[in-house]
């Protein structure tokens, strides 16, 4: 399996993960991004490429070690991929194309309209002036949500707008960027959905997941939902639809809103692994990153690999963040998880930082409640080690 050489622009955790789950098949990895990067820290096999993944020249070096390109982030130079994929011929997943497409969130939503898959109502900011948002907030109604369309993550691109009164406050903290904005959306729960593309086009779907937010930031998954099977399913429909519409192969995490008449809507599509599927390493018979790599390589993805490890298994994943009052203190938490049977911790070798994802604790179990009590005791909610 070691004939191809996967370079990949990120260096950060889901990049550490990649190359994981690459070494294991003898797949050579090569990092483009900032010396000492999670990535690159558990990669010695290779000589990376210190720079940016926004950098055409850094880009064209990392393709001249490479047989195909990959990315970790959606934020990277397009145009350079792009020149360095003609100029090399060398095959970059996902598309170019499709990242341009992802990476603004607004043109991403034109194109699921245009493809017919349901999404929140959606006006692009014409100006960043107090008139044009008067506009939108009468056209959308209050609260309404102000996103930037670009360079957005873990919400700090997001701004609710909750009165007309609130309009000068969202055009200060979101500056200058570029904006658009989103009608309210009153979900009951917010679903996700792993789904890999073969370079055929033949899409899998892993299971249909739970994910709780706290402050913006993903805070735990439920694998599987606690929905019922056929809006599962319905889910998963919809994931898979919305990563046809995009050509090209590998990997999409796919956000969704389930509203109260159960109608479920797209939030946003990222073309790389994703946190909600962080489960799949421990629950799941091929992982996510895995299967990235077998897609991008031209690998086999049997049917069923995408599968829950055992038709009771159940997942819990819970993000490690960064402690807001003592550094490191988030160490208690994934101190608690060694205890703790059928839990894993994964580390990610970034500096902790307030609200800064620096791991994650996968718990599985044969129930959903078992899982819980577990999760209760890594929290610090109950004081007994479950069995
Ligand atoms: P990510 O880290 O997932 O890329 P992001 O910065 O791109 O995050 P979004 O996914 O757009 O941000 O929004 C973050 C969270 O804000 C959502 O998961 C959801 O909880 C809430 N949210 C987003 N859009 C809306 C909306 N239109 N109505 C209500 N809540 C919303
Ligand atoms: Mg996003
Ligand atoms: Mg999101």
């Known amino acids: 399996m070691d004939s191809k050489t996967v370079g990949i622009l990120g260096g950060g955790q889901l990049g550490r993960m990649l190359v994981e789950a690459a070494h294991r098949l003898n797949v050579k990895t090569v990092i483009l991004d900032a010396a000492g990067s999670p990535a690159k820290q558990i990669n010695a096999l290779d000589e990376h490429i210190d720079g940016s993944f926004k950098d055409a020249d850094s880009i064209a070096k990392l393709a001249k070690k490479c047989d195909v390109l990959t990315v970790e982030i959606e934020h990277v130079d397009v145009s350079a991929l792009e020149l360095v994929s003609k100029a090399s011929s060398i095959p970059v997943y996902p598309l170019p194309e499709t990242i341009r497409l992802i990476q603004d969130k607004y043109t991403q939503k034109e194109h699921l309209m245009d493809h017919g898959v349901a999404v929140v109502e959606s006006v692009a900011v014409k100006e960043n002036t107090a008139e044009c948002l008067q506009e939108i907030g009468a056209s959308l109604g209050y609260p309404f949500m102000l996103k930037a369309r670009t360079m957005a993550y873990d919400g700090r691109g997001n701004y609710v707008v909750k009165s007309a009164e609130g309009i000068q406050e969202a055009l200060t903290f979101l500056d200058n960027r570029s904006l658009y904005a989103e009608k309210w959306c009153p979900f009951t729960k917010e679903l996700a959905v792993m789904v890999v593309r073969t370079v055929e086009g033949e899409v899998f779907a892993y299971p249909t997941v739970e994910t709780i937010h706290q402050d913006n930031i993903c805070h735990l998954v439920y694998a599987p939902a606690r929905i019922s099977d056929s809006l599962r399913e319905k889910a998963s429909l919809l994931a898979q639809n919305a990563v046809k519409s995009f050509p090209g192969c590998g990997i999409f995490g796919v956000e969704m809103f389930l509203l109260p008449n159960h109608e479920l809507l797209v939030n946003e ?51 490690i963040i960064g402690d807001s009052n003592t550094h490191n203190g988030e160490l208690a938490i994934c101190r608690r998880a060694l205890e703790t049977p059928n839990a894993s911790v994964y580390l990610y070798g970034k500096e902790s930082k307030p609200k800064r994802k620096v791991g994650h604790v996968n718990i599985v179990g044969s129930s959903m409640e078992e899982a819980e009590a577990k999760l209760a005791y890594i929290l610090g909610e109950s004081a007994s080690i479950p069995e």
């Open 269 to 319: 599509i990222a073309p790389r692994p994703h946190n909600s599927g962080h489960y799949t390493i421990d629950a799941c018979v091929t992982n996510q990153f895995e299967a990235h790599i077998r897609a991008v390589t031209g690998l086999p993805m049997p049917k069923n690999f995408a599968k829950l490890s055992t038709t009771n298994t159940n997942a819990i994943m819970l993000n």
